[in-house]
């Protein structure tokens, strides 16, 4: 009885937020004047993502590449830095974690500039690689805060005891606290791919080369590619084509995204 009106919200704000994308879904394969798609329904929208410039497959390579790049390299060095922040004890601990929080009070716009220029002298300017580093960048604060409250919730016992039966730090972490913290680790990992995936300013900055470009910057190019007039149709199908990946990855993942955060929280 007293579930009902919580189900009520629920279903309410499930169908807000679901809304804009099923309207997308049914718009991008409806008949619209000015579209590819003008009689009847179909995927002419689609046909028009798929033979703009270098074509969807090249753009959809572009952001994969960019976003398991990404991935990768925030897992790697938020696993090192929360395993660090959590477990050892030096100087100047408490003052290095704060520095590295702060890093999200900056926006994050007004670095690019500092940033293009610094990958202009290293040559990464205009490569996926460079690209990925500069996401991976704004993407370390929240996910080394995520891995040190993970590490944090791991019983003591557990790594002492591995070091105790002669596991040195480094075979305690990949053996015994590794598996202890992947629900952390997936959360870490879904935040940051869906930041890579849905970014726009940044590549819009770094890339230059249309054909390295990713799926979100090529559709907002394609939007305005006849003298300022917007596909509305093509934008509408680009918008399934990029969220459908990040609602395929979430359902498959939830269960250890919410396990990352309750662990958390559960801590403190």
Same mark, same amino acid.
């Given at each position: 009885m007293f579930r009902t009106p919580q189900r009520v919200v629920t279903g309410g704000l499930a169908l807000l937020f679901l809304f804009p994308l099923l309207w997308a879904s049914v718009a991008s394969v409806s008949p619209q004047a000015g579209t590819a798609q003008t009689h009847g329904w179909g995927f002419g929208n689609y046909q028009t993502l798929v033979d703009y410039q270098a074509g969807i497959g090249q753009y959809?390579?572009? #952001?994969?590449?960019?976003?398991?790049?990404t991935v990768l390299f925030?897992? +790697?060095?938020?696993?090192?830095?929360?395993?660090?922040?959590?477990?050892?004890?030096?100087?100047?601990?408490?003052? *290095?974690?704060?520095?590295?929080?702060?890093?999200?009070?900056?926006?994050?716009?007004? *670095?690019l500039i500092p940033l293009y220029v610094l990958l202009n002298e290293l040559g990464l300017q205009n490569s996926l690689v460079g690209l990925s580093l500069v996401l991976t960048m704004f993407q370390l604060p929240f996910a080394t805060f995520m891995m040190r409250i993970s590490f944090e919730a791991v019983p003591k016992e557990l790594p002492e005891s591995a070091?105790?039966?002669?596991?040195? #730090?480094?075979?305690?972490?990949?053996?015994?606290?590794?598996?202890a913290v992947k629900p952390g680790l997936i959360t870490v990992g879904l935040f940051a791919?869906?930041?890579?995936?849905?970014?726009?300013?940044?590549?819009? +900055?770094?890339? #230059?080369?249309?054909?390295?470009?990713?799926?979100?910057?090529? +559709?907002?190019?394609?939007?305005?590619? +006849?003298m300022g007039i917007v596909d509305f149709g093509a934008t509408e199908a680009g918008v399934v084509v990029l969220a459908l990946p990040c609602i395929v990855l979430f359902l498959i993942l939830q269960r250890h995204y919410v396990r990352g955060f309750m662990s958390g929280a559960l801590k403190g």
């Amino acid at each position: 009885m007293f579930r009902t009106p919580q189900r009520v919200v629920t279903g309410g704000l499930a169908l807000l937020f679901l809304f804009p994308l099923l309207w997308a879904s049914v718009a991008s394969v409806s008949p619209q004047a000015g579209t590819a798609q003008t009689h009847g329904w179909g995927f002419g929208n689609y046909q028009t993502l798929v033979d703009y410039q270098a074509g969807i497959g090249q753009y959809l390579l572009n #952001s994969t590449m960019v976003s398991l790049m990404t991935v990768l390299f925030t897992l +790697v060095v938020s696993l090192l830095g929360g395993y660090a922040f959590a477990m050892f004890r030096f100087p100047g601990k408490d003052a *290095l974690f704060l520095v590295t929080l702060a890093i999200l009070m900056v926006p994050y716009a007004t *670095l690019l500039i500092p940033l293009y220029v610094l990958l202009n002298e290293l040559g990464l300017q205009n490569s996926l690689v460079g690209l990925s580093l500069v996401l991976t960048m704004f993407q370390l604060p929240f996910a080394t805060f995520m891995m040190r409250i993970s590490f944090e919730a791991v019983p003591k016992e557990l790594p002492e005891s591995a070091l105790v039966d002669g596991c040195g #730090s480094f075979r305690a972490l990949l053996y015994i606290l590794l598996p202890a913290v992947k629900p952390g680790l997936i959360t870490v990992g879904l935040f940051a791919f869906l930041a890579a995936w849905n970014d726009f300013i940044t590549p819009l +900055v770094l890339i #230059s080369d249309s054909d390295k470009a990713p799926l979100p910057l090529a +559709v907002a190019n394609m939007r305005q590619q +006849v003298m300022g007039i917007v596909d509305f149709g093509a934008t509408e199908a680009g918008v399934v084509v990029l969220a459908l990946p990040c609602i395929v990855l979430f359902l498959i993942l939830q269960r250890h995204y919410v396990r990352g955060f309750m662990s958390g929280a559960l801590k403190g």
